[in-house]
């Protein structure tokens, strides 16, 4: 399964957080954006246990205000 994460940072952090999201397991990408949110990541994981975990540990990053998630929703044979 797939998400984004979409994040609104402290003032000065964007980069920090971008580069340090990185680190946490099932995040496969994050990019400075711009617009109504700083930073947006890609996520992969098997289990919704996994997504929360992805999700906790990103909230938990200094510099982290708010976050939004959207999953990605798989395709569906016609």
Request: proline fraction near 1%.
């Amino acid at each position: 399964m797939e998400s984004y994460l979409l994040l609104e940072c402290s003032s000065g952090m964007v980069w920090k957080v971008a580069d340090t999201i990185l680190k946490i397991k099932g995040v496969k990408m994050a990019q400075v954006v711009t617009g109504n949110y700083d930073v947006i990541a890609y996520a992969e994981f098997s289990n919704i246990d996994e997504l929360t975990n992805i999700i906790q540990k990103v909230q938990a990053l200094k510099g982290v205000q708010k976050t939004q998630t959207a999953v990605a929703m798989p395709k569906q044979s016609i």
